[in-house]
């Protein structure tokens, strides 16, 4: 919260993309991190948790729940969720401070242990995505519009779905690769482009 006049003339200063509304989390979530690329397996294990989550409900649902996705799931830690068992997936449906819906669930752990399949093969998860990527960087997206979909996001997908990943078609995977920064879809005039 501005404390000064010149804290105040200095927020009326920032632009963000529309999306973003008043809500202090989406705001938060905005700020510091859509968009912002990152290079570590961990947070790319938290999304897509998170991502595949989110289908079929909106993203500030997710986002309010993050913190008991993070209990709930050992800390996002990939390997502990690969873990997961039958009983595993009893009790995750009991917790009221996730998304309840047991093929999510069970999708998550089955997703954990095909990403230690990629981490093998590629060295990282990181290396896999990037692969898909023009010149293997993130694509800075310089127009107004924010797409649903791009021919990378059609191509991840594609070669996740032959993997066997579920909760993970393109529209989703596209939403992955902003929350990650694979691709920086700010609006040219965001303060946080």
Known sequence: MPTS????????????CRWAGTDELYIKYHDQEWGKEVHDDHTFFEFMILESAQAGL???????????????????????VAAFTADDVERLLQDEGIIRNRLKIQTSISNAKLFIDI??????????????MPGGKAIMNNSNATP?????SDAIAKDMKK????????????????????VNDHIPTCSFK
């Open 5 to 16: 006049n010149s804290e105040l003339k200095n927020q009326d200063l920032v632009t963000r």
């Open 58 to 80: 909106s993203w500030i649902t997710i986002l309010r729940r993050r913190e008991a996705y993070r209990k709930a799931f050992a800390n996002f830690d990939v390997q502990k």
């Open 119 to 132: 981490q093998k093969e590629f060295g990282s998860f990181d290396k896999y995505l990037y692969s898909f």
């Open 148 to 152: 649903a979909t791009s021919p990378e």
């Open 163 to 182: 993997r066997g990943f579920k909760f993970f078609g393109t529209t989703i995977c596209y939403a992955f690769m902003q929350a990650t920064g694979m």
